[in-house]
Each structure stands twice: as C-alpha cells, then as structure tokens.
C-alpha cells in the first residue's frame, strides 16, 4: 500500500506536472466525486507565481469540461430516474431550475450542490452551450477568487 501511495504522489507531484496536474485535479472535482481542486491550482500557484493566470484558465477548463461530463450524464439517467416518483421539496427545485434555465449553472462553483446541478441541467435537457458556458463563468469567478485570496493570506 505504501508503494502504490508513494507512486500517486509521486506522479501528482506539481512541480514536476504543474498544470496538467491541475487540469486533472480540477476535471475530476467537477464530476460527482467529493473533491476540491483549489489546493492543487493554490499549491502550483504557490510554487511558481508566475503560472497564476495559466493555472487559472487550465482549472475554469478542466473543472467546466467536468461540468459538461456531468451534464451528459444527467441527460443520460434523464430515463431512469423518470421511473420514480418525486418529492414535493425536488418538485419545487426542479421547477427553480427549469424557470431559471441554463443561468443556473452560473451556481456550478458551489460546495456540496454545484456539481448536482450540471448533472441535473442535463437532466432536464436545458441547452447543452448555454449551461457551459455559464458553468465556465460561475467557475472562473471562483478560482480566481479562491486563489488570489489564498496567495493575499499565505503569501506570493
């Protein structure tokens, strides 16, 4: 076991793979799995300063392109899920995001629901274009927040 965690990191490790490291990172904490890629795009802007602009842009694309992953496959169990029946509290959401429309993707950067929402975007078969780039925008907006204050409070 410790072999296998020694090679992880070591094939992680930022400097060596800096921003295909964050692209990764940020791809996969968009999907469903419960992960947070600010650490990553904050410990490679850390490491090198002059990568902050880039290391942005590779994080709003990766994690956006995760998004649309989770879009799809929110279109994709659109048919399973039809199958069962709803609570009234899932009604009212649903209904919230249908009269809102792909604009509510501009949500996709938050904690714990953000992710959620694309797939069920996807579910309710709002514009595919539209809801990404909303995605990318909300997305965008959130690691350069996260990181410039990240570098204001640890130094850079």
């Known amino acids: 076991m410790e072999l296998w965690l020694d090679h992880l990191l070591t094939l992680l490790a930022l400097p060596k793979f800096g ?6 990172v ?22 090198n300063p002059d ?7 590779v994080a709003t694309v990766g994690n956006t392109l995760g998004g649309a992953v989770s ?3 929110g279109l994709v169990s659109h048919k399973v899920v039809d199958k069962y029946s709803h609570s009234q ?8 995001l249908q009269r809102l429309g792909p604009k509510a993707c501009l949500l996709a950067w ?3 629901v953000g992710d959620p929402l694309c797939a069920v975007a ?5 514009p595919f274009w539209p809801c990404v780039i909303y ?3 909300g997305k965008f907006a959130r690691y350069l927040t996260m990181t410039a204050a990240l570098m204001g409070v640890f130094g850079g």
């Open 89 to 96: 509290h899932h009604l009212r959401a649903l209904d919230w």
């Open 110 to 112: 938050l904690p714990v």
């Open 26 to 47: 940020s791809f996969v904490s968009a999907t469903l799995l419960p992960m947070g890629s600010e650490p990553a795009v904050f410990g490679l802007v850390k490491l």
């Open 122 to 126: 996807g579910w309710l078969k709002l």
């Open 135 to 137: 995605m990318a925008i």
């Open 19 to 24: 921003l295909s490291t964050v692209f990764v």
């Open 51 to 57: 990568l902050f602009w880039p290391a942005i842009g």
């Open 71 to 73: 879009w799809w496959m």
